[in-house]
């Protein structure tokens, strides 16, 4: 009974380094690794032009759009990566969830809020579009959510307070004894984090992941940007490129398997017509990566 969690599926029969690095490494901190992936976009801007031809601006399809669905389906294809340790034990997360903030406004002292979206990973970016105006639209609203509420419940709290109540929720959910409610106010506790710093015109971070929650992985999506390439004739080209970066809790998935994660992720942003149809397996996009030379 010690094992079971409303978000996660126990995993007792995992590889015996699986089980074991969580004691080697009790924290994400410093189980923390950092990926960088350069994905060429020229082909989704051109996609994005032609699907967006004809239609208002309030209903065009953005490059987040196609990264979110991309994510989604990627998680859903490659299920390690959805994965978590929680008490120094391996859970699969019963949901692809993906949380990242929105800004009431593009100013400095505009507040921000965070949304927390579920996803079957068979859904199409203009499916994906829609759930996220929704949410952006209620992020922006009057209307606060779970998290804003627990926030400004708890800020104006004594500082001793608030940290026997961070540290009574570490504890709680240590022994999977965290109340559901309060884990589901908490957009932590989700697949992926992913921060869109592209949209205000700047590079990527690495991030870093949180201790609190249960996102094992964090995404960076920079700016478009041209930079030199070298093409199939060995010349050097500009061509269009988004600068992606992850940050990983390496106790849940080994190396080899992010790696194949990654590649079936670039697949789906730099070929957008992969993400139409829900029958398009791993092993399709992948076509046997990596090859041996």
Same mark, same amino acid.
């Given at each position: 009974? $010690? %094992?079971?969690?409303?978000?996660?599926?126990?995993?007792?029969?995992?590889?015996?380094?699986?089980?074991?690095?969580?004691? @080697?490494?009790?924290?994400?901190?410093?189980?923390?690794?950092?990926?960088?992936?350069?994905?060429? +976009?020229?082909?989704?801007?051109?996609?994005? /032009?032609?699907?967006?031809?004809?239609?208002?601006?309030?209903?065009?399809?953005?490059?987040?759009?196609?990264?979110?669905?991309?994510?989604?389906?990627?998680?859903?294809?490659?299920?390690?990566?959805?994965?978590?340790?929680?008490?120094?034990?391996?859970?699969?997360?019963?949901?692809?969830?993906?949380?990242?903030?929105?800004? %009431?406004?593009?100013?400095?002292?505009?507040?921000?809020?965070?949304?927390?979206?579920?996803?079957?990973?068979?859904? %199409?970016?203009?499916?994906?579009?829609? +759930?996220?105006?929704?949410?952006?639209?209620?992020?922006?609203?009057?209307?606060?959510?779970?998290? &804003?509420?627990?926030?400004?419940?708890?800020?104006?709290?004594?500082?001793?307070?608030?940290?026997? #109540?961070?540290?009574?929720?570490?504890?709680?959910?240590?022994?999977?004894?965290?109340?559901?409610?309060?884990? &589901?106010?908490?957009?932590?506790?989700?697949?992926?984090?992913?921060?869109?710093?592209?949209?205000?015109?700047?590079?990527?971070?690495?991030?870093?992941?949180?201790?609190?929650?249960?996102?094992? +992985?964090?995404?960076?999506?920079?700016?478009?940007?041209? /930079?030199?390439?070298?093409?199939?004739?060995?010349?050097?080209?500009?061509?269009?490129? +988004?600068?992606?970066? $992850?940050?990983? &809790?390496?106790?849940?998935?080994?190396?080899?398997? $992010?790696?194949?994660?990654? /590649?079936?992720?670039?697949?789906?942003?730099?070929?957008?017509?992969?993400?139409?149809?829900?029958?398009?397996?791993? /092993?399709? #996009? @992948?076509?046997?990566?990596?090859?041996?030379?």
């Amino acid at each position: 009974m $010690f %094992t079971r969690r409303s978000d996660g599926i126990y995993l007792g029969k995992v590889q015996a380094m699986r089980r074991i690095v969580p004691y @080697l490494m009790p924290t994400r901190t410093e189980a923390t690794v950092y990926y960088e992936q350069h994905l060429q +976009v020229g082909d989704l801007l051109a996609w994005l /032009e032609d699907t967006n031809a004809g239609r208002p601006p309030a209903e065009h399809v953005t490059l987040f759009h196609v990264f979110l669905t991309a994510l989604a389906r990627t998680l859903k294809l490659r299920p390690e990566v959805n994965r978590f340790i929680a008490g120094r034990r391996t859970y699969q997360h019963t949901e692809i969830s993906i949380s990242f903030i929105v800004k %009431t406004a593009m100013r400095d002292d505009a507040p921000e809020t965070q949304a927390r979206l579920v996803f079957t990973g068979d859904e %199409t970016v203009a499916q994906v579009r829609d +759930v996220v105006t929704a949410a952006v639209s209620h992020g922006r609203g009057s209307e606060q959510g779970d998290d &804003d509420r627990l926030v400004d419940f708890f800020a104006s709290w004594p500082r001793p307070v608030l940290g026997l #109540i961070s540290r009574a929720i570490t504890s709680l959910d240590y022994h999977n004894a965290l109340p559901g409610p309060l884990r &589901d106010a908490i957009p932590l506790y989700t697949s992926v984090y992913l921060v869109n710093t592209g949209s205000i015109g700047i590079d990527a971070p690495f991030h870093h992941l949180f201790e609190y929650g249960s996102a094992s +992985v964090f995404v960076a999506i920079g700016r478009v940007a041209k /930079e030199p390439v070298i093409d199939e004739h060995d010349q050097v080209v500009a061509k269009d490129r +988004v600068t992606t970066r $992850f940050t990983l &809790d390496e106790r849940a998935s080994d190396g080899f398997y $992010f790696a194949r994660t990654a /590649e079936v992720f670039r697949r789906l942003v730099e070929e957008p017509e992969l993400l139409a149809t829900a029958d398009v397996t791993a /092993e399709q #996009i @992948l076509g046997g990566w990596p090859h041996r030379s």
